[in-house]
């Protein structure tokens, strides 16, 4: 089962990297599938990711405390904004994958927004 778990993390993460240069697959939830997948099957490759600069953070704080960072959400509604903006307009497909491409640019931007950027702090 962990070789299972392995290999789906890092699939995740060959997503992750893909998304880095294709707008509809987004590479931050790959990260996090990755790191679920990697503590689900390696203690290791969990640690390995938790220590990227650049994923890192991003996993420690939504694992922690399901936290998406202010910073981070006007990064990534800038980038969908561009990037689904760019399909919609100079991308000649039907109207219908427009349609498709603005509700899902819409929801990814609701579920970022209504996540918490900064940790509560219980006393």
Do not use: Q
Not at 56 to 84: A, C, Q, Y
Not at 104 to 109: D, E, F, N, P
Request: charged share 15%.
């Amino acid at each position: 089962m962990k070789a299972l778990w392995i290999t789906l993390g890092i699939l995740c993460l060959i997503l992750g990297f893909i998304g880095v240069f294709l707008p509809l697959l987004p590479t931050t939830p790959f990260a996090l599938l990755a790191a679920f997948c990697f503590s689900k099957g390696s203690d290791d490759l969990h640690r390995w990711l938790l220590e990227t600069k650049m994923f890192g953070p991003l996993i420690k704080d939504w694992e922690d405390h399901g936290v998406i960072r202010l910073r981070i959400k006007k990064i990534s509604t800038l980038m969908i904004s561009l990037l689904f903006g760019y399909t919609l307009v100079f991308v000649k497909v039907f109207l219908w994958i427009k349609l498709i491409v603005t509700l899902t640019g819409l929801l990814v931007l609701w579920f970022i927004w209504t996540r918490p950027s900064t940790p509560v702090v219980n006393d």
